[in-house]
């Protein structure tokens, strides 16, 4: 019956007092560590692809429009959706409020979320979300997605977000673009911070460990106030369930949402204590860093002969014991666990270099075909992001995602391989994006100050490109092997440590007195014996990694392949800035294609990495889902140009009425987002030649700006005068004929060229718009889809002509769909010139019930 707060407070609180104190005691060791590393050196063996320091600078990840659902009103809303640089994901009410750095309507950080995209996963997750609940696909779940293609980021804590789009491309494009958020959120902390990192790391993992939590743990990702709030909510998560949950009442969907709210409020209640105390804890420890710092730099030697001695003595008592271990436990796995990490991992970066190669071969024709420096300019300029275009990157983070530690992962307390599969995508992401910025570089140091022809400038491309390739395949094995030594680390480390520890226990506290007293807060006896088990196991993942390394198959270099001074004025290079193509090599006067507003953050413009979708060949529409923002540079996907031929080529297949349509074309989607005016008019071949966008004037007199034109040609037999005639005899009037026409659908229109068939015409014309404006007054008015406007779930009954399929009905194709008459005006021309009566189609169909009354 206590309030939450008397709970959250006070757990959080013993929580982060607890860790606080293990991260005091890690925080004067890794400033040991790192000074030691100072003053000693040493380090990995130099890279031979050149390293950007920061390669998003001036970029934005992704911008488009998703359908979003409110929890608040139960409803979906349109919005306009920007990821920074940051791979932060915010939303707005519209563009234009981006435009104008509005403030966002909200912002997710994606540290700890999952990417999903249907209601199958994300109901499999939230199913053992309380106690005795499993909730079914279709059972009533409480959020019904607006169309077939949903987007959620569902998170263990936090809010879930809901989101939806009209089109499955659109929804592999946004699914890529956050799992990439995903990604780079969940990527640890920062290793610039030589000191504040391996404190926090080494403080949690101790800390879990003194719980009795050993190995990997997924929610070991985002800032430290985010994992400090991850870890309250380890333990005060279940805690909280069984005492809330049993209370709660109503239907399953309700139970499962009103759980869901508590547990999102919970967590930010969580999240912004352990904020504050986290920025106590470093401000009081950064005060004793000068001090600590002047110690170390003035007792190093004395320091590491006195931790040299006390890992001889610990190292005496532990190896035997490790030794044991090591042969009966772990020695048999070591080759199947290599095994599986390896396999997946060099198929990625394998496809790395196949995606790399292609980019480059698709430049190289392109410059052959003509075009010279100015055409190589613009595709540099797309390549030049390649390593964070999560789409082209998919098929190669895909190919680790089948990464799978079956078997092993129960013996060594493995949580889970999401761990190590997104530490190797990261990896793959930075040296393709190394090898991006040496082909720069190089091919603009050729380049420069020279002219040189179509082939001249594939020869020099070539020429480049070999000797990135071949510095790639020894920075790819370099880096491969090193993350397999880390990940057998990872998954060993932990099983021994929780082998051995009970062992030791009480052992360990005693070598602390073998330490002086000054030179204590820099020597731990719980991390020298951490480093004696590392060190007890790390002969024989060297050499499992070695053995590796012979078979061909993981195209690994052996240890003794050393490339130095391959490229000695390579890295001189490296401190040169990132080439501009577009200023460099393409006039540098114009505005940057693909530029996007900053979010507010500053005047300057940024280039999107990730282009907009364009649909059927159709120019773009803005405001619109994944449809190209103007000004934004287009990157066609891999095989996005042969799909289109063959789509164009295929037949189409006939639905049923009964069937809904998918809005999948521009024209379509368009309908939901635009007043549409259709207009059927008989045109010579000159008046195509003259259609233009511009205004259109309505029968009320306004005037309609025209942002679309579509224009269909259909053959017509054209009767002669005197079919017409013949025809209105028998008819005997020309309501007779008008009610015969909307009866059978589809008759052929009535022309004529005759003075008195035109005044027949002209009549029957007539009384039909003054029967259609008494039933329905003024049809056509000025509307303006509001970019909120309500989804409703698609019409049972609707045609596929009616686009109301995509989970909403605009008022406008409502009131316009029904095809009744309107005045019909020379828009199309920018003229309020009334058309000839005698050139214009009349098309009746079924349902004008004030027609039928005539």
């Known amino acids: 019956s206590l309030p939450l707060s008397h709970i959250l407070s006070p757990r959080t609180r013993q929580v982060t007092g607890e860790f606080g104190h293990v991260y005091e005691q890690q925080y004067a060791v890794a400033l040991f560590n790192s000074?030691?590393?100072?003053?000693?050196?040493?380090g990995a063996p130099q890279s031979q692809l050149l390293h950007r320091k920061n390669p998003l600078e001036d970029r934005s990840i992704f911008s488009g429009g998703l359908f979003q659902y409110l929890e608040e009103n139960k409803r979906w809303r349109n919005r306009f959706v920007f990821v920074a640089d940051t791979y932060n994901i915010s939303f707005y009410e519209n563009k234009m409020a981006h435009e104008r750095s509005l403030r966002p309507k909200g912002t997710i950080n994606c540290a700890g979320y999952k990417a999903l995209t249907s209601m199958e996963e994300y109901l499999e997750l939230i199913s053992t979300s309380l106690p005795g609940i499993k909730a079914k696909v279709g059972s009533g779940q409480f959020v019904k997605c607006a169309t077939q293609f949903p987007l959620i980021l569902w998170?263990?804590?936090?809010?879930?977000?809901?989101?939806?789009v009209l089109t499955e491309k659109e929804q592999k494009k946004w699914h890529a673009v956050l799992q990439d958020c995903v990604r780079h959120s969940n990527n640890g902390l920062s290793e610039e911070c030589r000191v504040q990192t391996p404190a926090f790391t080494d403080a949690m993992r101790l800390h879990r460990q003194a719980q009795g939590h050993y190995g990997t743990w997924d929610m070991m990702c985002g800032g430290p106030p985010q994992i400090l709030a991850n870890l309250v909510m380890e333990t005060l998560h279940p805690e909280l369930r069984n005492l809330i949950g049993p209370r709660l009442k109503g239907k399953i969907q309700q139970r499962q949402r009103n759980w869901m709210l508590i547990s999102e409020a919970v967590y930010k209640q969580v999240l912004s204590q352990t904020q504050a105390q986290y920025e106590a804890l470093v401000q009081a420890c950064e005060v004793q860093t000068s001090r600590l710092d002047t110690v170390l730099r003035t007792d190093m030697d004395q320091i590491i002969t006195s931790k040299e001695h006390v890992s001889g003595k610990i190292r005496a008592l532990v190896l035997p014991r490790a030794g044991?271990?090591?042969?009966?436990s772990v020695q048999p796995f070591l080759s199947s666990i290599l095994e599986a990490l390896m396999e997946p991992t060099s198929r990625g970066f394998s496809e790395v270099r196949d995606v790399f190669f292609r980019e480059l071969v698709e430049v190289s024709k392109n410059t052959l075909n003509g075009g010279g420096k100015d055409k190589l300019a613009e595709h540099m300029e797309k390549i030049s992001m390649l390593a964070f275009h999560p789409v082209k990157m998919q098929s190669c983070y895909e190919k680790v995602e089948q990464l799978n530690l079956e078997g092993l992962q129960q013996r060594f307390d493995v949580s889970s391989p999401s761990v190590f599969i997104q530490r190797a995508q990261i990896l793959m992401r930075e040296q393709m994006d190394n090898a991006v910025y040496t082909f720069e570089h190089l091919l603009h140091q050729s380049l420069e100050g020279k002219v040189q022809g179509g082939e001249d400038l594939c020869k020099t491309i070539h020429c480049c490109q070999d000797r990135v390739l071949k510095k790639y395949d020894y920075d790819s094995s370099t880096v491969r092997k090193k993350f397999f030594k880390e990940a057998l680390l990872q998954i060993i480390i932990p099983y021994m440590l929780k082998q051995l520890s009970p062992s030791f226990h009480l052992d360990l506290p005693r070598f602390q007195e073998l330490i002086f007293e000054d030179f204590s807060q820099f020597i731990l006896v719980e991390n020298v014996f951490e480093e004696v088990v590392l060190q007890s196991v790390t002969k024989d993942i060297m050499m499992a990694v070695k053995d590796a390394a012979v078979q061909k198959k993981h195209n690994l270099y052996r240890d003794s392949m050393i490339l130095t001074n391959s490229d000695p004025n390579l890295h001189l290079l490296g401190e040169n800035p990132s080439v501009d193509w577009a200023t460099q090599f393409r006039g540098g006067n114009e505005e940057p294609e693909g530029a996007l507003g900053g979010g507010g953050q500053s005047s300057r413009r940024r280039r999107q990495v990730v282009s907009m979708i364009q649909l059927d060949e159709m120019g773009p529409l803005p405001y619109e889902s994944c449809l190209e923002v103007p000004g934004v540079d287009f990157i066609p996907e891999e095989g996005e140009i042969e799909e289109v031929e063959v789509k164009a080529q295929e037949p189409k297949e006939q639905k049923t009425p009964t069937e809904p349509d998918s809005p999948d074309s521009v024209q379509?989607?368009?309908?939901?987002?635009?007043?549409?005016?259709?207009?059927?008019?008989?045109a010579s071949e000159e008046d195509f030649a003259v259609l233009t966008n511009g205004t259109g004037t309505l029968k009320d007199g306004k005037e309609e700006e025209v942002t679309l034109i579509t224009t269909v040609v259909e053959e017509m037999h054209r009767k002669s005068p005197q079919e017409v005639n013949e025809q209105l005899v028998e008819t005997g009037s020309p309501y007779q004929e008008a009610e015969g026409g909307l009866q059978e659908k589809g008759e052929p229109a009535i022309e004529g060229k005759g003075e008195e068939d035109e005044a027949a015409i002209k009549n029957a014309i007539q009384e039909i718009e003054i029967a259609v404006q008494e039933e329905d007054g003024e049809r056509i008015t000025e509307c303006v889809v509001d970019s909120d406007a309500e989804l409703a779930p698609p019409l049972v009954d609707s045609s596929p002509s009616g686009h109301?399929?995509?989970?909403f009905q605009p008022p406008t194709n409502e009131a316009l769909n029904?095809?009744?008459?309107?005045p019909i005006l020379d828009a199309l021309k920018t003229e309020d010139t009334v058309v000839d009566p005698g050139e214009v189609v009349v098309v009746l169909e079924p349902g004008d019930t004030a027609l039928h009354n005539e």
């Open 804 to 807: 109301d399929d995509g989970g």
């Open 818 to 822: 029904e095809g009744k008459a309107q």
């Open 324 to 328: 044991q271990l090591l042969r009966g």
């Open 155 to 164: 998170h263990p804590y936090a809010r879930h977000h809901y989101f939806c």
């Open 668 to 682: 379509e989607i368009c309908y939901h987002s635009k007043p549409v005016v259709e207009m059927m008019v008989s």
């Open 35 to 42: 000074v030691r590393f100072e003053i000693e050196g040493g």
